[in-house]
């Protein structure tokens, strides 16, 4: 059983383009999250997403976008890139109703310069 | 608001001491709390959680915490630290469906 799947594993970007990251939840799962994780920081809750829609979100702009795909897949758009924007980006898949189980991937390490 | 803090974030200890890192929690309501340990390189992966019930909750790789609600504490510990237990440690809490993190404490074990 395969788990949480991240792509890629490592990103160079330039300020103001725009990344997307991609995520495979673990079978059977229905629920993405995604955590933002700066140099030295906890990971910080950006959105979630259930039944293709954002359930929630963090503190993050709107330059963070994201979407869910009928298999439960999803992906990560951030648009204008800053340097700031340089982290792990980790996700997270669950089962509805289940939060706190759980499941992390091994994340993107996106670099922008 | 709900969330945690870590106290100290460098911990060394030499290989067989004792391991004890910090976390206390502020929160209205009884709490989920969590240890999450990183690997460099690695994502998340979960010690031990605390949900309801006994307040010593025993995780994997020998480590446990214990809750304890007159301190606001969930501090990790483990008996004998090994040289593979050096790696980042994350406190957390969880509010509505999401997870609330402590800033981190990195622990390094000395031959």
């Known amino acids: 059983d395969a788990g949480v799947t991240q792509s890629p594993t490592h990103l160079i970007k330039t300020r103001g383009q725009q990344v997307t990251l991609r995520c495979s939840p673990k079978s059977g799962h229905d629920t993405v999250s995604w955590y933002q994780q700066a140099l030295g920081q906890g990971p910080q809750f950006i959105f979630q997403y259930y039944e293709e829609e954002e359930r929630q979100r963090g503190n993050f702009p709107d330059r963070f976008s994201g979407h869910q795909y009928p298999n439960y897949s999803s992906e990560l758009n951030v648009n204008a890139l800053l340097l700031g924007d340089s982290a792990l980006y980790l996700c997270?898949?669950?089962?509805?109703?289940?939060?706190?189980?759980?499941?992390f991937g091994s994340g993107t390490q996106l670099s922008v310069l | 608001a709900q969330s945690v803090t870590q106290l100290g974030s460098h911990v060394s200890v030499s290989e067989g001491a004792l391991v004890l890192l910090r976390c206390n929690y502020s929160s209205s309501v009884p709490p989920y709390l969590f240890w999450y340990v990183q690997y460099p390189n690695q994502g998340l992966q979960l010690l031990l959680k605390y949900t309801t019930g006994a307040t010593l909750v025993k995780g994997i790789n020998g480590f446990e915490a214990e809750f304890k609600k007159s301190e606001t504490s969930f501090h990790l510990t483990k008996p004998s630290a090994h040289m593979s237990d050096a790696a980042e440690y994350f406190c957390a809490t969880h509010n509505t469906d999401k997870l609330i993190f402590g800033t981190g404490t990195r622990l390094q074990v000395f031959p």
């Open positions: 997270a898949s669950s089962l509805a109703g289940t939060g706190e189980k759980l499941f």
